[in-house]
């Protein structure tokens, strides 16, 4: 017996033993070996067929994998400012499942406003963390289209209207992000600046402004961010797709900028198969095709990646290089994320996210304007704060386009502000104006109930009565998520603020001189009523914790400290574009006339005063700026250069400053905006502190895109490094010399 139990044994040990050898890892799913030989060795394993099947969607937000090979699907989701919820497989409406409620984080706006690259990198790590938790492989999102106008309809969805600013907070995101196995994918490259007719216009800019004002942030997030996906945009450069395009995606993306990974179509962004075949397109989605209605069941198997481009291989039309190549960096993506087994597991709306939004949402917001140190609110001394306005309770995380969110809680201005003023202070509401009543968004819904049939002028008398007999008055307006507001899909009417707030505000000015003016919006809004305020604060979207951020900042828990990633223009007509009549252009064309001179560079150039200018933010504390130094007087091309200054905190509390440093080029052969900002600290200082900035510059800060040369070029000749609290604030300089 004991000699047959044995055998068994020995012949089961023998059989495993052989079942090892059997199974030898295959090279692809081997994570000892290089990145290289693994895609060498999956895509000498696949069909043309599997091939081909990996190359575009196959529902709404997923592309297949390879089955047969254990090589899983990936999945994106928008990005960016929160995991967008899932769809159905084929239709744009929300799925209803109850376990995708996100954290919903501030917009980039509002991140840019920090001026804080720790802020970035928390808030990539944070958002990629929930992607990851929800097992999406690629964002979609970062977003950093240059703020060209201000009435561009996705100016919330980016960082501002400065290349060197979008471009330092755009790579820290990228890298918290992608530290959790989840891909970026940067939009939308490129030149995607409005969204009137956003899928046919066909921008003209010339090469300057495109390499020194377009493109800086793409290349920061290729070359310092590492992003392993870019997405292509809408509209059309030198009268090409841009998810087709010769120039932007081969030329200069791969060419020029070496990109090794994924290039992803706009949803519907590609338009043929041979130009998505052999003009830089990796992986195609949200097409609807000749036909079919968009979101027909099985209309992937027509995409232009699909069936038409295999029948091509087949009858020998085409050969498969293209598509080898495009494979490849797919696989890589996917052993980066979807195959790489050291990736943590996320988390999702955790008190982690909760901290990290509240504090980008703390750090971003600007103090415009505060006359008479009304703020901070005293709730020491307030009795009754009269708080006005639809945006006090309005859901904000609801709408907008893509960006929409199913958010677990979204804390209201209202309710953030009472929470906070507690018993002692009594908090009344009128809605003093009606906007926009709706709040849903594919099927996600605030259910909130905001109709109201009152007349302007009954709601206006309303809100004055309760402001007369408060001790502060609070207005929350600004714009919202819906159609021509900031909004996907739509641009701005005009830069006024809309529903009769302008009348509404000058009205609660005369009745309380204690008056807060709250912007909350993605964008700059005229403000006629400027002398008439005391107060005014931009308060941006700023996802779940908006209400307890911005209390938290009106009352003084938190100092103030962020600063404008754009102009604030007096007018619509002191924006570069606008003024030369080259928005949104026109017979599918638009023309950047304006050139470099965006932004700042525009109002300076023109002598042109903003209402807020780039780079403002106040504080509820001072600084002063002492000289700035500069360790050498001379430098060469190779050298760096290093400017110091010390900023003491005047005032009587803690307080954070955002030292800015412009160059300006004083003689040049081509023409340069009056200064350029070149470098940025945010540093924090208890009342009476004092800490010494140093910020280094090198060749690349004195450089312009030479078009004739097509090369950056740094011209000897004497230079400014400017210092200052804002672009219209300088505080100090120094000069010197590139020999
Ligand atoms: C937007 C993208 C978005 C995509 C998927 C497009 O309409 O332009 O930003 O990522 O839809 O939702």
Not at 339 to 360: F, T
Request: proline share 4%; charged share 25%; net charge neutral.
């Amino acid at each position: 017996m004991m000699k047959i139990i044995r055998t068994i044994a020995t012949v089961l040990l023998l059989g495993s033993f052989s079942l090892k050898a059997q199974v030898k890892t295959p090279v692809y799913l081997d994570d000892t070996k290089s990145i290289h030989e693994r895609v060498d060795d999956a895509l000498s394993r696949m069909t043309v067929e599997e091939k081909v099947r990996m190359i575009h969607a196959q529902s709404k937000f997923s592309s297949a994998g390879v089955p047969r090979l254990g090589i899983p699907e990936l999945w994106t989701s928008d990005g960016p400012h929160g995991v967008r919820p899932e769809l159905l497989w084929d239709e744009w409406s929300q799925a209803g499942w109850s376990n995708d409620s996100c954290f919903a984080f501030p917009a980039l706006t509002c991140l840019s406003a920090s001026w804080n690259k720790d802020m970035a990198l928390l808030y990539g790590k944070s958002i990629g963390e929930e992607a990851r938790y929800r097992n999406k492989n690629v964002l979609l999102g970062p977003g950093v289209n240059i703020y060209r106008t201000p009435l561009n309809g996705r100016n919330f969805e980016y960082m501002g209207e400065d290349p060197y600013l979008s471009s330092k907070m755009v790579v820290p995101y990228i890298r918290g992000v992608q530290s959790n196995g989840v891909a970026t994918c940067v939009k939308h490259y490129a030149l995607n600046n409005q969204e009137v007719d956003r899928d046919k216009v066909n921008v003209n800019v010339d090469d300057r402004a495109l390499y020194e004002i377009y493109l800086p942030a793409f290349k920061a997030a290729v070359q310092e961010g590492g992003t392993l996906a870019i997405m292509g945009s809408y509209n059309l450069y030198k009268n090409e797709h841009c998810c087709t395009n010769q120039y932007l995606l081969n030329d200069i993306l791969r060419k020029e900028w070496g990109f090794e990974g994924v290039v992803i179509s706009d949803w519907g962004g590609a338009h043929n198969t041979r130009e998505a075949i052999v003009k830089g397109l990796d992986l195609e989605f949200g097409t609807w095709t000749e036909g079919m209605t968009w979101g027909k069941t099985n209309s992937y198997d027509q995409y232009y990646l699909a069936k038409p481009y295999l029948d091509m291989i087949k009858s020998g039309e085409i050969g498969t290089t293209e598509l080898d190549a495009k494979v490849r960096r797919i696989l890589r993506l996917s052993f980066l994320t979807s195959m790489n087994k050291n990736k943590p597991y996320g988390s999702m709306a955790s008190d982690e996210h909760i901290q990290a939004g509240r504090k980008i949402a703390e750090d971003g917001i600007v103090l415009l304007q505060n006359t008479n140190n009304v703020l901070p609110v005293d709730l020491g001394k307030a009795k009754r704060i009269a708080v006005i306005g639809e945006n006090a309770v309005k859901m904000m995380t609801v709408g907008g386009g893509s960006s929409s969110l199913k958010a677990k809680y979204e804390v209201s201005p209202l309710d953030g502000l009472k929470k906070r003023a507690g018993a002692q202070t009594e908090i009344v509401y009128a809605r003093g104006y009606v906007g926009d009543i709706g709040g849903s968004a594919d099927g996600v819904s605030t259910g909130q109930d905001l109709k109201d049939t009152r007349s302007a002028e009954e709601l206006i008398a309303e809100a004055c009565t309760l402001a007369k007999n408060a001790d502060y008055v609070i207005f929350f307006g600004g714009l919202n998520k819906s159609e021509h507001q900031d909004s996907e899909g739509s641009d701005r009417l005009g830069l006024g603020l809309p529903y009769n707030q302008d009348k509404l505000i000058s009205e609660l000015a005369k009745v309380n001189k204690n008056l807060v003016v709250v912007n909350i919006s993605g964008n700059a809004v005229a403000m006629p009523w400027v002398n008439e305020v005391p107060a005014i604060v931009q308060g941006w979207y700023l996802g779940s914790e908006a209400g307890n951020a911005l209390a938290a900042v009106l009352v003084g828990d938190v100092n103030p400290s962020g600063k404008l990633p754009f102009t604030f223009p007096v007018k619509l007509d002191d924006n570069g574009g606008i003024a030369l009549g080259e928005y949104p252009g026109s017979n599918g064309q638009v023309t950047y006339k304006e050139g470099i001179f965006v932004g700042y560079r525009w109002a300076e150039k023109q002598k042109i005063k903003p209402l807020f200018s780039f780079g403002h933010g106040l504080s509820y504390t001072t600084f002063s700026y002492g000289e700035v130094s500069a360790d050498k007087k001379e430098m060469t091309e190779a050298d760096k250069i290093t400017f110091s200054v010390s900023i003491k905190n005047t005032g009587t509390r803690e307080g954070s400053e955002v030292v800015q440093l412009y160059v300006s080029d004083l003689k040049s052969t081509l023409p340069r905006p009056v200064k350029e900002l070149k470098g940025f600290e945010k540093i924090s200082l208890k009342a009476g502190e004092e800490k010494t900035v140093s910020i280094t510059l090198d060749k690349a800060a004195l450089s312009y895109f030479d078009p004739d040369k097509h090369a950056w070029v740094a011209e000897p000749g004497d230079f400014e490094a400017l210092v200052g609290s804002s672009s219209s604030d300088i505080r100090g300089k120094a000069g010197f010399t590139l020999k």
